[in-house]
């Protein structure tokens, strides 16, 4: 079936052509592969767990989400900011 174009004022020949034009960018599209945003999720999570321990002065063993939350913990426990290898 052939791509007919409904861009104003251009003739494009592809569907590809079309979204080029209009800028538009496909994130993420092989979710079965595992190359979802799950990932960048868990990433964006992490960064935004290690910028608030060092608004309050903690350092965590490492940037995982289980170390920073060891982390958070402890600092809870003890009543200060916990610093790993101290």
Not at 79 to 85: E, L, N, Y
């Amino acid at each position: 079936m052939p791509h007919v174009c409904k861009c104003p004022g251009a003739d494009h020949d592809t569907f590809g052509q079309c979204c080029r034009a209009k800028r538009l960018h496909v994130a993420y599209c092989q979710s079965a592969s595992g190359r979802d945003a799950s990932k960048q999720k868990q990433w964006d999570k992490e960064i935004s767990m290690m910028q608030d321990c060092a608004r309050q002065g903690i350092v965590p063993q490492n940037s995982f989400e289980p170390a920073i939350r060891r982390a958070l913990d402890a600092s809870d426990r003890a009543g200060s900011a916990f610093v790993a290898g101290s």
